[in-house]
Every structure is written in structure tokens, then in C-alpha cells.
């Protein structure tokens, strides 16, 4: 199902970068509106809070953490490419961002108990 | 892109390496236990350099998101030119917009 | 016995299936030109080295761009199946044969051509071979405009426009050369909308490159140049 020409560790970490960039321009905006719920005082905040703390929201939170991770390890990887001439092109070093940022959602699921 | 714009994308990227790291830093360990307003709000109220680091992230967030955006729309859809460009300056303004207004809303009210 | 299922038609068409015997050492334009001598002499192809050193029988192997005669059967039709299909982001003319002058025309529209300037040189230029500029160029003169990176480009796929990793790769291995007067509309040529900024760092051209350039790193340094002109307010 995936073409032949795609099964390579370039093609997967521009994918992976480009799907959780667009998912964060999308949580972006919601993340500034619950935010600036804290205009009309900590109680409207705590309010809205409260709502989020269902199962499929803490999933998504989760995905968002994990989502910005991975843009940022695979965004730093096209960085250290493009300014540092960095020639890594193995699966391994795709596997290190890949791993840091599961790390970090690790991170989040055990503290945000 | 244009050159412009690459090169304000790379440069905000540089900066967001530097937010975003910081950012996950503060959040992973205050979200121990739990997050409630109060907590939020009593270290962010009235910090102005804690306000200074976030409007920087703010602005940088504004640059970087709509021109990666741009590029997917260009890439993936049938829509590019002006109008494209327009619609992407209203979504970086919009963003720049909503996020000074949630920093005011943290750290000011 | 091997099957074949080969593309007939232009951008329109169906695939069309052989029967091909294997044999020892067999390569894929070894199958192509006995479908075409043997078979069906209406089938459309290029060739003409046929010992890699030409880059004409550049075709879609099973999904991957690759020159056809250095590509083993043994190697890529494991389970005795081949899919010949004309090279991607190219029009076909016909069958397995495509037109190359999108390619060219963004060679040319991206500089890749040497500048002398108004004035010829009044001697030779001396350029050791280990400067780090000859090192960058030398990385990537040995292109033979084959069109397997271009064929293997996603960017290329998506925006038709994108000057491509091989007329990038070319720009690149110029403004390293040291005689070249021409660097300032190059590189304003491969700093717009279509140019080096396009590239998302995908690697196909260089994972598939038949003679292991790497214009990956060429549109890198392409970049590099672009940030620094632009930081210090040149255009």
C-alpha cells in the first residue's frame, strides 16, 4: 500500500514531521483559548480544566506532548542537515528522535497523574 | 517559500528549539501530581521574565507555524498564490493574537 | 519463469503482462529487450550503453527508479514478479519512454550552467583539488542527468514547479567553482518559491542516485548559502 519509493528512513522522518507540525497549528489555537480562560479569574480556569480531565482529552494531551517532541527532535535533525552538514542517514539516528520523544511521553503520562 | 520566508522559518525554529525544550521541561515536572489554576497562576502572575520568555515563544510560534502550514497547503492542495499567502498572514496574526492574549491572562490579570 | 507486467500507453493506459524465462546473471533490460525483440515489437524503451555509464535506461522498477541495466533480476524479483513502469513526475511519450526536457529546462532555469563572465579569464585558474569548495564541487560534477533523482522526488511529485535535486545538485557544484561569475542570479534563481527551500529533506534522490551523489547535501549547502547571504543583507 505504501509506495516502494517511501519505505526509506528520509521519507518516514518528513512524514512524521510534517503530520505532527500540522497537528500542533491545530491544537495551537485551542491551547491559547483554555488559556486565556484564566482572564475571568484561576476559578474560570479550574472550570475548564475540570472538563478536559476525560479519558479522550488526557489521550490527546498525551498525543500533543509526544507530537511536539517529535517535530522538535525531527526538526532539530533537518536543522543539524541543512546548517551542520550532518550526514547521519541511518535508521538509528531516526530511531534516537523517535525514542526521545516517546521518552518525553513517557515523561508526561507518569507525572500527570 | 521565498527566501524571506525560509529563512524566518529557520530562525524561529531556532528559537522554538530553545522555548520548546524549556517549555516541556517546566511542564513534564509542574504537572506532577496533578495541575489546578491556582498552581498555574501563582508562579506565572506577575513574573515579567517568565511574561518576556513567553511572548517570545508566542511571536516565534506565529512565524513558524502558518509558513510550515504554507508549505503543506501549497504541497498537498491545489490552493497556492496570494490568496493563500493572505489567509496564512491572517493565521499568523490570529495566532499572535490569541497567544499575547492568553500571557495577559496568565501572567497580567 | 519470470512475469512481467509492463506499462503501454502514454499517461494513459494498462499494464500489459509477459512471460519472460529467467536466466543466469539476467538484468532487467536484458527482459526488456527480449520482450521487445521477442514479443512485442511495439514496446517503447531507451537504452544505449547498457553498462551503466549512460543513464538512458532509467525506469520504475517495482515502484523505485533505477537504471535497468544494472539492476539484477536476481536482485529485485525475488518472488518472480516485475512491475517496469516509466520514470515518475516525467510526461510519457510512449510505453516506457519518457520526455526529458522538464528536466533540462529546470537545469537551465536553475543556472546550472557555467558563467564566465563578460570578460574572459586572462589565465588559468588555479583550484587545488582539496579546497573544501573543489571537495564540494567534485561530490557532484559526476551527474549525468539520468533523472532517477528527479523521478524519486516527492517535492517534485507535489509541486510541479520545484526545480528538482538535479538541476539543485548542478547550481551547487557551480557556486563552488571558483571561475564562475554567475553566482548572484544563481543563486537568486534557486532561492525562490521552487528552489532549494522546497527541499523537506526526504533523501530519495540520494537514496536512489545510481552514482551515489548526494544532492540532499548540495540543496543543504544551496541553504546554508541562502541564510548566510540573507543574514548579512545581501539578497
Redesign the interface.
Known amino acids: 500500500m505504501i509506495r516502494a519509493a517511501h519505505r526509506q528512513p528520509g521519507f518516514v522522518a518528513a512524514l512524521a514531521h510534517r503530520l505532527s507540525g500540522l497537528a500542533l497549528a491545530i491544537f495551537l489555537p485551542l491551547h491559547f483559548l483554555a488559556l486565556a480562560t484564566a482572564l475571568n479569574g484561576a476559578e474560570a480556569l479550574d472550570a475548564f480544566l475540570a472538563v478536559t480531565r476525560n479519558p479522550f482529552v488526557q489521550a490527546s494531551e498525551l498525543g500533543i506532548v509526544v507530537a511536539l517532541a517529535i517535530h522538535m527532535t525531527l526538526g532539530l535533525r533537518v536543522l543539524a542537515i541543512e546548517l551542520f552538514d550532518f550526514r547521519e542517514t541511518t535508521l538509528a539516528a531516526l530511531s534516537a528522535c523517535a525514542a526521545c520523544a516517546f521518552a518525553v511521553g513517557l515523561v508526561f503520562l507518569l507525572n500527570a497523574g | 517559500?521565498?527566501?524571506?520566508?525560509?529563512?524566518a522559518q529557520?530562525l524561529s525554529?531556532?528559537v522554538?528549539?530553545i522555548a520548546?525544550?524549556a517549555h516541556?521541561g517546566t511542564?513534564?515536572?509542574a504537572?506532577?501530581?496533578?495541575?489546578?489554576?491556582?498552581d498555574?497562576?501563582a508562579r506565572t502572575h506577575g513574573n515579567a521574565w517568565l511574561a518576556a520568555f513567553y511572548a517570545a515563544f508566542v511571536i516565534a510560534?506565529a512565524v513558524h507555524?502558518p509558513i510550515?502550514?504554507r508549505?503543506?497547503l501549497?504541497?498537498?492542495t491545489a490552493w497556492r498564490g496570494t490568496t493563500l499567502d493572505l489567509v496564512m498572514a491572517a493565521f499568523a496574526l490570529?495566532?499572535l493574537a490569541?497567544?499575547l492574549?492568553?500571557i495577559?491572562?496568565?501572567f497580567v490579570? | 519463469m519470470l512475469s512481467v507486467d509492463v506499462w503501454r500507453g502514454t499517461r494513459e493506459g494498462r499494464f500489459q503482462a509477459f512471460q519472460v524465462p529467467r536466466r543466469e546473471n539476467q538484468t532487467v533490460l536484458d527482459v526488456v529487450t527480449e520482450i521487445q525483440r521477442e514479443q512485442d515489437p511495439t514496446l517503447a524503451y531507451r537504452f544505449a550503453c547498457r553498462v551503466g555509464m549512460c543513464g538512458s535506461c532509467a525506469m520504475m522498477v517495482n515502484g523505485r527508479p533505477r537504471w535497468t541495466c544494472r539492476t539484477r533480476v536476481s536482485e529485485v524479483a525475488g518472488d518472480g514478479h516485475l512491475r517496469l513502469e516509466p520514470l515518475r513526475n516525467l510526461t510519457v511519450v510512449k510505453d516506457l519512454a519518457v520526455e526529458m526536457t522538464q528536466f533540462f529546462d529546470k537545469w537551465r532555469d536553475a543556472k546550472g550552467f557555467f558563467e564566465p563572465g563578460p570578460q574572459p579569464a586572462k589565465e588559468f585558474a588555479t583550484v587545488p583539488p582539496a579546497t573544501p569548495e573543489r571537495q564540494a564541487a567534485d561530490a557532484g560534477i559526476e551527474c549525468i542527468g539520468c533523472g532517477v533523482c528527479y523521478s524519486a522526488c516527492d517535492v517534485v511529485a507535489w509541486d510541479k514547479d520545484y526545480l528538482g535535486p538535479a538541476a539543485l545538485n548542478r547550481a551547487w557544484t557551480l557556486v563552488n567553482d571558483v571561475r564562475d561569475q554567475g553566482n548572484d542570479a544563481r543563486l537568486r534563481s534557486v532561492s525562490d518559491d521552487n528552489g532549494c527551500v522546497a527541499c523537506h529533506t526526504h533523501m530519495s534522490c540520494t537514496k536512489f542516485c545510481p552514482k551515489a551523489i548526494a544532492p540532499t547535501y548540495a540543496i543543504a549547502g544551496l541553504k546554508r548559502t541562502v541564510l548566510r547571504r540573507a543574514l548579512r543583507g545581501g539578497r
Do not use: D, H, Q, S
Not at chain 2, 517559500?1 to 529563512?7: I, Q
Open positions: 517559500m521565498t527566501a524571506a520566508l525560509f529563512v529557520r525554529a531556532i522554538l528549539a520548546v525544550a516541556l511542564i513534564l515536572y504537572v506532577r501530581g496533578g495541575l489546578t489554576a491556582g498555574i497562576l510560534v507555524a510550515g502550514l508549505n503543506v501549497r504541497e498537498w490570529g495566532l490569541l497567544g492574549r492568553a495577559v491572562a496568565v490579570a
